[in-house]
């Protein structure tokens, strides 16, 4: 092999290992903002589910379903 051909060999071999990295770096961020709006997506459903029994209560339903 040519030194020529090393150092293209060595040059593509960063380029790759740079890429990979920025690669599982936007990964890593995408994961995070994903693990962070279904956090806050269960919490909005929590609110709306008492909200909801809340609403029932107050309208005298919660007592109808609990005796049928």
């Known amino acids: 092999m040519s030194k020529t051909d090393c150092k293209t060999n060595t040059d ?3 380029a790759m290992e740079e890429t990979m990295q920025r690669l599982q770096g936007r990964f890593q961020a995408m994961s995070q903002q ?3 709006k279904i956090d806050e997506m269960g919490t909005r ?5 008492t909200n909801v029994s809340e609403l029932m209560t107050q ?3 919660e007592e109808q379903a609990v005796s049928k």
């Not at 459903?45 to 589910?49: F, H, S």
């Open 45 to 49: 459903i929590d609110g709306l589910e």
């Open 34 to 36: 994903l693990e962070s």
């Open 12 to 14: 593509m071999t960063a």
């Open 59 to 61: 309208a005298g339903m």
